[in-house]
C-alpha cells in the first residue's frame, strides 16, 4: 500500500506542471521550481515511500482542486492535516466520510448553528464548501501518521505562504479567516486595504471553552461581505 501511495504521489507531482488546475498552474508554476519546493518534494516522496503518511498521496492538493484560483472566495487557515488512520482529505478542519467528527470541527459547526440557524450535519466531510470556493489551506500539506508536526519547517509553510501571497496580491474580495495565534501569523502580510480578514480564537475545545471562540459570527458576517461584493454566499 506504501508503495502504491508513493508511486501515485510521484506521477502527481511529474504531472503536476502541466495538468493542474490552470488558473492555480498560472500563479504557481514558478514556486514549483525553485530549489525549496524540489528539495520538499523529495521530501515528501521519501517519507511517503517509508512510512504511512497523511492525506493519501491523490488528496494531498486536494484544497486546491476543489477551489480554482479564480473561484476562491474564502480562505480558511489550518495548521497541520490530522494524523489519525483514515481523518485528513486534503482539507482543513475537515475529515473523509465515515469519519468522527473531531473536537474543533464541532465547535465550527455549534457556532454556525448559532450564528445562522443551520442544522449540525452528521459528518465532517467539507468538501461541500470547498466547491463552492473555499480554500481550506493548511500550512503543511503532509504530516506522518500519528506524528503532529513530523513535515512542519521542510518547506510547506513558505509555499503556502506563497499562495496566500498570490490570493491577497492578484485577488480582491476575499474573506481570510484567521483562527488562533498560527493563522493570525500566517495571515499578517494579507492587504486588509481589498480583503475581509476576520480573527478569532482557535475553535478548539482549549480555547473555546475559554470564550475565544465562539460569539465570532464570522459566517454570517462572511457571507454578508460576500454579498456586499455582488459574490454568492457560502451555505455552509
Known amino acids: 500500500m506504501a508503495n502504491f501511495t508513493h508511486n501515485y504521489l510521484v506521477t502527481k507531482i511529474r504531472i503536476m506542471k502541466i495538468n493542474i488546475e490552470a488558473s492555480w498552474k498560472r500563479v504557481l508554476e514558478a514556486e514549483f521550481e525553485k530549489e525549496y519546493f524540489k528539495n520538499l518534494i523529495n521530501f515528501v516522496k521519501t517519507e511517503y515511500s517509508k512510512y504511512t503518511c497523511f492525506p493519501p498521496g491523490k488528496s494531498i492538493f486536494s484544497a486546491f482542486e476543489h477551489a480554482p484560483f479564480n473561484d ?37 459547526y455549534k457556532e454556525i448553528k448559532t450564528d445562522l440557524n443551520i442544522d449540525i450535519p452528521g459528518n465532517g466531510n467539507l468538501e461541500h464548501w470547498a466547491s463552492q470556493g473555499v480554500l481550506l489551506l493548511n500550512a503543511t500539506l503532509t504530516v506522518r501518521a500519528h506524528q503532529a508536526g ?47 480578514v476576520l480573527t478569532s480564537g482557535h475553535p478548539s475545545p482549549l480555547s ?29
Do not use: M
Open 150 to 196: 513530523s513535515h512542519q519547517k521542510r518547506g510547506w509553510e513558505k509555499f503556502t505562504d506563497a499562495v496566500i501571497h498570490e490570493i491577497s496580491t492578484k485577488r480582491e474580495g476575499v474573506v481570510f479567516l484567521l483562527w488562533g495565534g498560527y493563522a493570525k501569523k500566517k495571515g499578517a502580510k494579507i492587504d486588509n486595504t481589498k480583503h475581509l
Open 208 to 236: 473555546a471553552n475559554r470564550g475565544y471562540w465562539f460569539g465570532n459570527s464570522h459566517f454570517s458576517k462572511t457571507n454578508n461581505y460576500l454579498i456586499s461584493q455582488k459574490k454568492s454566499p457560502i451555505v455552509w
Open 72 to 108: 476562491v472566495k474564502v480562505v480558511i487557515i489550518g495548521q497541520d492535516p490530522y494524523h489519525g488512520q483514515g481523518q485528513a482529505n486534503g482539507l482543513c478542519f475537515s475529515v473523509a466520510d465515515g469519519i468522527a467528527i473531531p473536537p474543533s470541527l464541532q465547535n465550527i
